[in-house]
T-cell receptor, first 114, second 115 residues
């Protein structure tokens, strides 16, 4: 079992719709959770982070965390063509106390269809 | 505030050579992590430095090493290069603080090609 699993996609979503990206992780000791967006040929860009169970909203983005189910998701509302990218889920056993190491999923490729 | 910078951006080396990559973190960040990204393996953790000390190390051979200086700048070195070392090497910096957070911000990366 991979430590962090994501559907590789591609996931195609019409412009203006909601894109839903999912991620599961195996390490119950994971403390902090991140979503990165990576455009082709570029480095990952942090778009959301979440530490506690529940939802966290930032603009068009909502991250959801369920530690009991070891599940984290990202919702993108009102999807735009510029949202087309690979989305990487990352988990960290550390939380600022040390042991800072991001473990990444393989990424979901998202395409927004105009 | 300036972001994470990495130099050089591109490198071409031949098998057996060694290479040194440099990373300057965001001002005030004391934690620097290094990752390797390849199409086959994705993003994999190499090591993390905090206040000049290596705190974490990933599952890479000893040919991969690093260090951090007192100004938090970091270098990583790969000796005896192999074809499989061709990858995008990414540096990320973080406050790594229990109160202020531990988000990691990536630099643009160094694209290493080994011939």
């Amino acid at each position: 079992q991979k430590e962090v699993e994501q559907n590789s996609g591609p996931l195609s979503v019409p412009e203006g719709a909601i894109a839903s990206l999912n991620c599961t992780y195996s390490d119950r000791g994971s403390q902090s959770f991140f979503w990165y967006r990576q455009y082709s040929g570029k480095s990952p860009e942090l778009i959301m982070f979440i530490y506690s169970n529940g939802d966290k909203e930032d603009g068009r983005f909502t991250a959801q965390l369920n530690k009991a189910s070891q599940y984290v998701s990202l919702l993108i509302r009102d999807s735009q063509p510029s949202d087309s990218a690979t989305y990487l889920c990352a988990v960290n056993r550390g939380s600022g106390f040390g042991n800072e190491k991001l473990t990444f999923g393989t990424g979901t490729r998202l395409t927004i269809i105009p | 505030k300036a972001g994470v910078t990495q130099t050089p951006r591109y490198l071409i080396k031949t098998r057996g050579q060694q290479v040194t990559l440099s990373c300057s973190p965001i001002s005030g960040h004391r934690s620097v992590s290094w990752y390797q990204q390849t199409p086959g393996q994705g993003l994999q953790f190499l090591f993390e430095y905090f206040s000049e000390t290596q705190r974490n190390k990933g599952n890479f051979p000893g040919r991969f090493s690093g260090r951090q200086f007192s100004n938090s700048r970091s270098e990583m070195n790969v000796s005896t290069l192999e074809l499989g070392d061709s990858a995008l090497y990414l540096c990320a910096s973080s406050l790594a603080d229990r109160v202020l957070g531990n988000e990691q911000f990536f630099g643009p990366g160094t694209r290493l090609t080994v011939l």
